[in-house]
């Protein structure tokens, strides 16, 4: 029923770190190109960081050097590391295969909250 469930989301300090992580259904992430996304209030749902079938990486300019995707295609999960937080990256984070520049393949799960306050 629930095939992506994000986790890991928390309140933290400036330049503290959190991993994420998302649990999908079956195959979902050895054979998609896999995305997280983040969603903050009054802002447009963005794509922050990608990884392909094929292992290769792509992160939004606001988090190059500071986030980290990665994925465990035995244990059908994506994490996003995420150190050096500010609070601009506070979020509700997303996790979707990407289909495209604007489509995935999924519904939208919950997302986990990522707050990052002193």
């Known amino acids: 029923q629930v095939q992506l469930v994000e986790s890991g989301g928390d309140l933290v300090q400036p330049g503290g770190s959190l991993r994420l992580s998302c649990a999908a259904s079956?195959?979902?992430?050895?054979?998609?190109?896999m995305g997280w996304y983040r969603q903050a209030p009054g802002k447009q749902r963005e794509l922050v960081a990608s990884?392909?079938?094929?292992?290769?990486?792509n992160y939004a300019d606001s988090v190059k050097g500071r986030f980290t995707i990665s994925r465990d295609n035995a244990k059908s999960t994506v994490y996003l590391q995420m150190n050096s937080l500010k609070p601009e990256d506070t979020a509700v984070y997303y996790c979707?295969?990407?289909?495209?520049?604007?489509?995935?393949?999924?519904?939208w799960g919950q997302g986990t909250q990522v707050t990052v306050s002193s």
């Open positions: 979707n295969a990407v289909a495209s520049r604007t489509l995935v393949l999924y519904s």
């Open positions: 990884i392909t079938s094929g292992g290769s990486t």
């Open positions: 079956g195959s979902i992430v050895a054979r998609n190109t």
